[in-house]
């Protein structure tokens, strides 16, 4: 589906809404950051101008730049949103499980299942974005830090759930679950599926302490 069909049926959407006497719309701010987040999702950053942003937003450009100074800025918001929602889920698990790291380990491999298998996944919205910037653009500093923070996350779980080696493992199930995402985003879904499968077998068979 074209992107101008896509941005004219959120348009209709949202207006049957507010017609309906449903909630008013939020601030522009929060409505230009979520329909960006959508639409740079489902078509790509380069793809999308502010033009359909804001239209989409039920706004206009001048209250697009107000709040974003140039796409540019937007795009970093959009990878901090991201960034932050998955640093959120490691919070979760920690105050889930503060004290069981077996069961924040088991928490998180069902989070991955969940993610693989979800039917709006189209791999994942930082990598996807970091492939189409360019090597000094500020969201790409936004993209690298999470991405080592993910890591640094593994390598703890890893050592707290006693693993002989946990930097090691870190990187196999880093790449494991970044190289599934890719897969699903290039239509590969079914050999995706496989992987919480192959995940849980890595696990078990990695060497621990005790």
């Known amino acids: 589906m074209a992107v101008k069909s896509v941005v004219s049926k959120t348009l209709v959407q949202t207006r049957r809404k507010t017609a309906a006497g449903d909630a008013p719309l939020p601030p522009p701010r929060e409505r230009i950051l979520a329909v960006a987040r959508d639409l740079f999702y489902r078509h790509g950053l380069h793809t999308v101008g502010v033009e359909l942003i804001a239209e989409a937003a039920q706004t206009n450009k001048m209250t697009?730049?107000?709040?974003?100074?140039?796409?540019?800025?937007?795009?970093?918001?959009?990878?901090?949103?991201?960034?932050?929602?998955?640093?959120?889920?490691?919070?979760?698990?920690?105050?889930?499980?503060?004290?069981?790291?077996?069961?924040?380990?088991?928490?998180?491999?069902?989070?991955?299942?969940q993610v693989l298998t979800s039917n709006v996944e189209r791999g994942c919205a930082l990598a996807?974005?970091?492939?189409?910037?360019?090597?000094?653009?500020?969201?790409?500093?936004?993209?690298?830090?999470?991405?080592?923070?993910?890591?640094?996350?593994?390598?703890?779980?890893?050592?707290?759930?006693?693993?002989?080696?946990?930097?090691?493992?870190?990187?196999e199930v880093f790449l494991l679950f970044e190289g599934a995402r890719i897969s699903i985003q290039c239509g590969g879904r079914g050999p995706a599926l496989r992987v919480v499968k192959m995940l849980r077998d890595l696990l078990a068979r990695a060497a621990r302490d005790g």
């Open 64 to 113: 697009l730049y107000r709040h974003f100074k140039s796409k540019d800025e937007l795009v970093v918001e959009y990878a901090r949103g991201l960034a932050a929602e998955g640093d959120a889920v490691w919070e979760r698990l920690a105050e889930a499980h503060p004290d069981n790291p077996g069961k924040r380990l088991d928490a998180w491999v069902d989070h991955v299942e």
């Open 128 to 171: 996807n974005a970091a492939v189409e910037l360019q090597p000094d653009h500020p969201a790409r500093a936004v993209i690298e830090a999470y991405k080592q923070r993910k890591r640094e996350h593994l390598v703890k779980l890893f050592a707290d759930s006693h693993y002989r080696d946990p930097e090691l493992l870190a990187d």
